[in-house]
């Protein structure tokens, strides 16, 4: 694997809210720490950093605007030159100037990481292949939480997350470890 010169990290919906005890059980207990590696090394070597956040529509979401939830996270604020998106649906793609901002740039290759596994970092990852662009997320660099399937069996955290990066594995994206992203950017 090769991470090119220009690749984007995303860090998707770093914010307050996410942390809310309301949302149960989550996985990954790591995945800020692996997070926060792949970020400094972003900066350090001066590739694009996109700082996605949203904007709920609902009034009962952590992210609903007017509260905290919507806040980012401390270790996860941008910093001067770093690109910051807005979105109201999970998918950052959809309805928003990602893809012309990327082209525009000749960004190719995205590191996608952040919240939550199966709902807008699996959308996004998966818009992302389908519109052509190398898409990769690092499984320990993000996390779910426990919830029923559509047929109300229960499943954990580690189960959904498991099922949904099995679902972006080689169709939409490739999922890697942030040890083998760390790496290949030092090998250059």
Known sequence: ????????????????????????????????????????????TKRPVIHVRHFSRSPDSVFWPEQSGVDYQADFMPVDGEAELRKHTPDAFCANPLESWLRMDSITQLVIVGVVTNNSVESTARSGGNLGFEVLVPHDACFTFDQADFFGNPH?????????????????????????????????
């Open 1 to 44: 694997m090769k991470i090119q010169a220009n690749a984007a990290l995303l860090l998707i919906d770093m914010q307050s809210g996410i942390n809310h005890p309301k949302l149960g059980r989550r996985n990954n207990p790591h995945a800020e720490f692996q997070m926060a590696r792949l970020l400094a090394a972003w900066r350090a």
């Open 156 to 188: 954990t955290a580690e189960e959904v997350h498991a099922m949904s990066l099995g679902n972006l594995h080689g169709e939409y994206a490739t999922v890697v470890s942030t040890v083998e992203i760390l790496d290949a950017l030092m090998r250059g």
